[in-house]
């Protein structure tokens, strides 16, 4: 798949998906693609609809407020959205994040999921973005506490496409503005949410967090 990153041609292609023997309820997922192996947790449900998740420069699979992308990752399976965790390669290279949650659509969209959210928090919400930008299947972006670097595409994404944008306050990290000029950019319909007293992790406000995030996936993909 070809696609458009900070103006810049890129391509991946998956080659393989490999199912890692886990003692947990998840699937352990290794997407063999033309960039490199991208490890995946993914939870199975039935029907359309599915979710992705990216952390920030943090790698791993980390989460925001208190294991926000574990609590969803459960959650959201229950109410019949599929979940899947994407782990960067390199997560401070935003193209190369971007071609991993790329890869991580195309495997859903290979499961029959065809209205897909996707999740992001620090430098995952513009990766967020700029996946939405190249996946026709992504009905909403979920950005918590973005930076501005790679929000380029909100302006641009597809009509109804829904944008919600939190952050924090107290962020020492990346300033609360930043959300706000992304929540600026994003047309119709979109949800700016400011939280006082939460830094860039959002720890401080997991709890409504979790609310309106887990609300919003449930109206919106």
Not at 114 to 142: C, E, I, P, Y
Request: aromatic letters at 8%; one cysteine or more.
């Amino acid at each position: 798949m070809k696609v458009q990153i900070l103006d810049r041609t890129a391509e991946i292609r998956v080659f393989d998906v490999m199912n890692i023997p886990t003692d947990d309820d998840y699937e352990n997922l290794a997407l063999e693609t033309s960039r490199g192996t991208v490890y995946c947790r993914y939870n199975p449900s039935t029907g359309p609809r599915a979710v992705a998740m990216v952390g920030g420069t943090g790698g791993g699979f980390d989460s925001p407020a208190q294991d926000l992308y574990g609590r969803l990752f459960n959650d959201l399976v229950e109410k019949g959205i599929g979940t899947l965790r994407v782990q960067f390669r390199d997560p401070r290279d935003l193209e190369e994040a971007t071609l991993d949650l790329l890869a991580g659509l195309s495997f859903l969209s290979s499961k029959g999921f065809s209205q897909l959210g996707v999740v992001g928090h620090s430098l995952g919400g513009a990766v967020a973005a700029q996946a939405a930008f190249n996946d026709s299947n992504v009905r909403t972006v979920v950005m918590l506490a973005t930076q501005s670097y790679g929000t380029d595409p909100l302006p641009f994404l597809a009509d109804g496409v829904s944008v919600q944008v939190i952050h924090g306050r107290e962020d020492d990290v990346i300033p609360w503005q930043s959300s706000r000029q992304a929540h600026m950019m994003a047309k119709a319909p979109k949800e700016l949410v400011l939280l006082d007293g939460a830094s860039h992790n959002l720890d401080e406000a997991a709890s409504t967090v979790y609310h309106e995030v887990f609300t919003w996936l449930l109206g919106n993909v």
